[in-house]
């Protein structure tokens, strides 16, 4: 049996103040829930990882630098990110790579820094609008794949997140058989490259407008392991849905 994972993402939401969305999920996780993540803004996984304490749910940060340490003012290391309690760091979120300009060749050294600082690292891939539009999706995420990740990668070491950037805050979500042509390409890949024995047992998670009323359907596909939920991560009565649906499926 593959690992079940919901992960929010907080992006660039939150003060002190949204800690108490994490008090309020403690209450509404269900008793057989699935692995449970929390990636807040960074200044803020110190105290999540306090909030969350023996609960079960775990805390990542929504990046790292590749080096250990040194002058990159503004940055942090997966060290410090590990030193905190988190376990997970997001690396090469469609939003880092739009805006930062991260190619595959840097989030495959980000994901062996947080590798060697004893964190997973929750590798994010997926296509443009024009590259859906144009049918490239599967060329896009075959190189993306390849490029960013290390040869080294396990089923516990790595996540696998599936975010069409065109679903990502839109509110427009694939079609279930676009989400399990991906997902299965995606699965076939792995196995592919890393045998059958870690292939099949990486989580790939679906990410982009995920909500509490299309999370079932989605979860329906058999390569879909969870989610990585932006916005509706941020509320507790949203993401606690979200949990429900894929413990129940
Ligand atoms: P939304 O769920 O807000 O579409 O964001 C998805 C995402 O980018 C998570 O990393």
Partial sequence: MRRKLAAGNWKMNGTAANLAELE?????LPANAPEVLICPPAPL?????????DT?????????HSHESGAFTGDIS???????GATHVIVGHSERREAYEEHDSDIRKKAKAAWAAGLTAVICIGESGDDHEANNTLEIIAGQLAGSLPDATTATNTVIAYEPIWAIG?????TLEQIVQVHDFIRAKI??????EIGDMIPLLYGGSVKPDNAATIFE???????????????????????QALAAS
């Fill in 24 to 28: 309020a999920l403690k209450a509404l």
């Fill in 45 to 53: 996984l110190f105290r999540a990882h306090e909030v969350v304490g």
């Fill in 170 to 174: 839109t509110g427009k979500v694939p």
């Fill in 221 to 243: 596909a058999e390569n879909v392991d969870g989610a990585l939920v932006g916005g509706a991560s941020l509320k507790a009565a949203d993401f606690a849905p979200i949990i």
């Fill in 78 to 84: 997966a060290t410090m990110v590990a030193d905190t």
């Fill in 191 to 196: 196995v592919t490259r890393f045998g059958a």
């Fill in 56 to 64: 079960g749910i775990q805390i990542g940060a929504q990046d790292c």
